[in-house]
């Protein structure tokens, strides 16, 4: 757990830089996206988790339902950097 939360504080900042460096004009606006993003995929994580649950799995499951919502969000991450290279 401690791993997951390094890197993402890590992660986060760069996130900001990179954005604003997309729109130096609005970067308000870029920060607020970044965190409107963030706030999605968590809200996306814990759907995942409820629905894990809820279907009667139990607790370890939902850990693994958010661990492959986590992969499709790399997945799609992956697809977009090699759709902007190409």
Do not use: D, H
């Not at 968590?42 to 409820?50: H, K, R, Y």
């Amino acid at each position: 757990m401690f791993g997951v939360g390094a890197a993402m504080m890590a992660a986060i900042p760069t996130i900001q830089v990179r954005l604003t460096n997309f729109a130096p004009e609005a970067p308000s606006l870029m920060g607020a996206m970044k965190l409107a993003s963030l706030n999605v995929a968590n809200a996306i994580g814990a759907w995942a988790g409820s629905v894990a649950v809820g279907a009667g799995y139990g607790l370890l499951f939902a850990a693994w339902a958010v661990f492959v919502s986590t992969l499709l969000g790399l997945v799609v991450f992956g697809l977009t950097l090699l759709q902007r290279r190409g």
